[in-house]
């Protein structure tokens, strides 16, 4: 008896354009990624406390080109420390808005931003936001400085990598839970 036909197989036979990529995929490729509960909220654990009413939802860390794309969501009106990017920022707000002392615009749900290599800025949650939800990808580091620019510290996928693992270790998801996630 003949196997019965997949479904992409009686698709291809009435539209080729249905026809799946027929040879391997590039030598060295990484594997690709799909993380169907990027919300987390399934299983909170996957949330990483960064500080009180501060946490992220790592979804990758790409160790290869020192980016990090996480959702950031955050429960109470504040502040995040004032920071250098050395590299860009994209960012999309989910839900509630926030903006930075530095500039006049406030981004709201559905707000898009691009913040420039070398800008320095902090974000402020408003009074009366309750809950602020935002994926950020993040390429090089967040230098925390003093309002001179004098450095303080900093963070990049390395230290986001380690406080994730600590975290995903101490919850019991594991230490090898980051591993999914690093490209
Ligand atoms: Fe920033």
């Not at 354009?17 to 990484?30: D, E, F, H, L, S």
């Not at 996480?70 to 808005?97: D, L, N, P, Q, Y």
Request: charged share 20%.
């Amino acid at each position: 008896m003949n196997k019965p036909l997949t479904t992409a197989q009686v698709a291809a036979q009435t539209d080729p354009q249905r026809i799946p990529y027929q040879k391997p995929q590039p030598y060295a490729m990484r594997p690709d990624m799909v993380i169907l509960d990027a919300m987390g909220t399934a299983d909170p654990r996957v949330w990483v406390p960064l500080a009180e009413h501060v946490a992220v939802r790592p979804l990758q860390f790409n160790v290869t080109q020192g980016q990090y794309t996480h959702v950031m969501r955050v429960t109470k009106a504040g502040m995040i420390a004032r920071h250098r990017h050395s590299g860009g920022v994209h960012a999309w707000v989910f839900k509630g808005r926030w903006h930075y002392l530095e500039h006049d615009w406030v981004a709201e749900e559905g707000s898009y931003i691009w913040e420039p290599p070398g800008e320095t800025h902090t974000l402020v949650v408003p009074e009366g936001c309750t809950e602020m939800i935002t994926l950020f990808q993040v390429t090089g580091s967040l230098m925390y400085v003093d309002p001179q620019g004098q450095s303080t510290g900093y963070d990049d996928v390395f230290t986001r990598l380690e406080k994730a693992r600590a975290h995903y270790t101490a919850v019991g998801l594991g230490e090898n839970y980051v591993e999914q996630l690093i490209r």
